[in-house]
Every structure is written in C-alpha cells, then in structure tokens.
C-alpha cells in the first residue's frame, strides 16, 4: 500500500540556518510524483516544490530543495535561510502514476510542526 | 483575488443538522478535489471532479455526504445529518491537467465543528 511517512513531528531552528525535513514513501509504483506543502496557521496548504519519480535533478525553488534519493524512498525538503515566515506545519505528498498524467489525488504524511526561533 | 475560495470559513452545527460548503476553483482550472483534515492529521481525499463529471470516490464518502459541480465551475460538498465524527477541516482543491506537476491549489479550507 502506497504511505508517506514524516518521523519529526516538530522541529526548531535557528533563523538563518538551514534545516531539513524528513520523508519516506512506499509504493510498488514505476511512476509517481512528490509533493512538499506548507500550512500555515491560517490553514492554507501552500504548494512549495514537486519531484518527479523520473527526474534525474534534484527539484529546486527558490530556498526549497528537495533531496530525492530514489533507492532509499526519501524525498526530504531542506529548507535554506530560515525565515521567521516558515513556521508552519509541512507536509510530503505523493501521487501515483505517471508525470503530469492523471492527477486524482495525493496521499499525505502526518506533518512536521517547523518552529523558527529569532 | 484569483485563488480558491472556499466558505463559509468556519461552521458550527448542532448534531443532526445539514451542511453546505461550496468551492470556487481557480477559474481556468477544470479538475477540483475535496480533502477533509483532522486534527493532527494529513489531509484524507474525499472525491474528484473532472470538469462535471465526478471521477473517484473515497469509502470515506458515507451517503450522508454528497458533492457537486453542476456547470464544471463552482463545486458544492453537502453533509446530512451531521455527526460529531464530522468534525473536521474541509479543503476544497483545483488542479489544470495539462501543468507538467499537477500540483494542486487549495483553499483556506472550511472549518467544521458539529455538537
């Protein structure tokens, strides 16, 4: 059965610093996407960066990146500068099924609560 | 503002009662989702519309619950006879097809607290 798994219920850092997200994911699929969202408070979920089972770069943007390492099912969001603005709950998404092909939905880990201290 | 709107933002019901959310998806996107979020907890997909058509359905989708999108714009997601197990954050989300990820765009969500 396809499950993402987010071990770090919270984290802390320091503003400025980098800091890194886990996440693991099982499926038996050949194809599938990665997703990272963040929530806020206000309860949005803001996309933030998207990794393809077939993409052979690492994603970037902007201060996201998103270390895929394809053997070890993991797929963890680094965070560079942290801001006082990231604090907010992240979660890793994963759909099954081929690239940008049919996009029904997405199964979702439990959530990293991210606190920046100033 | 281009993004999803969702309202009401918050609702509180008596047990027993019906509710209606409704969704307003990013206008050129033609695939809308409903996910419900509890406390402490990764959002759980509810169903799927493409354009009209209600594609998929999850078990979680009990007959009290019951989700439209009448012309392919605006979507609604009605719950009958609410519980207390109803509880929950609703998040309506939309996606275009033909973006490369696929990656969905959500709404500030509709909050639910049945008593």
């Known amino acids: 059965a396809q499950k993402i798994t987010q071990t770090q219920p919270g984290m802390f850092v320091q503003e400025k610093e980098a800091v890194t997200l886990d996440c693991t994911y099982d499926?038996?699929?050949?194809?599938?996407?990665l997703f990272w969202y963040k929530q806020p408070s206000s309860g949005e979920m803001i996309f933030l960066i998207y990794?393809?089972?077939?993409d052979e770069q690492n994603a970037t943007e902007g201060r996201y990146s998103l270390n895929f390492q394809k053997a070890r099912k993991s797929a963890n969001l680094v965070i560079s500068a942290s801001q006082l603005g990231d604090s907010a709950m992240y979660f890793c998404?994963?759909?099954?099924?081929?690239?940008?092909?049919?996009?029904?939905?997405?199964?979702w880990g439990l959530g990293t609560s991210l606190a920046v201290n100033p | 503002d281009t993004g999803v709107s969702q309202n009401p933002r918050h609702k509180i019901t008596k047990r027993g009662q019906n509710v209606t959310f409704r969704c307003d998806p990013i206008s050129e996107h033609n695939r809308l989702y409903w996910y419900r979020q509890t406390l402490g907890q990764g959002p759980e997909f509810l169903t799927y519309f493409q354009n009209e058509a209600q594609l998929e359905k999850s078990r979680l989708l009990s007959d009290r619950f019951s989700a439209e999108r009448p012309k392919g714009s605006f979507s609604t997601l009605e719950i009958q006879r609410t519980e207390q197990g109803d509880s929950a954050m609703y998040l309506c989300?939309?996606?275009?097809?033909?973006?490369?990820?696929?990656?969905?765009?959500f709404g500030e969500g509709s909050r639910l607290t049945v008593l």
């Open positions: 989300a939309s996606s275009f097809r033909r973006e490369v990820a696929g990656e969905l765009f």
């Open positions: 998404a994963m759909r099954e099924g081929r690239n940008g092909g049919n996009n029904r939905k997405l199964i």
């Open positions: 990794q393809g089972s077939y």
């Open positions: 499926t038996s699929d050949q194809s599938y996407g």
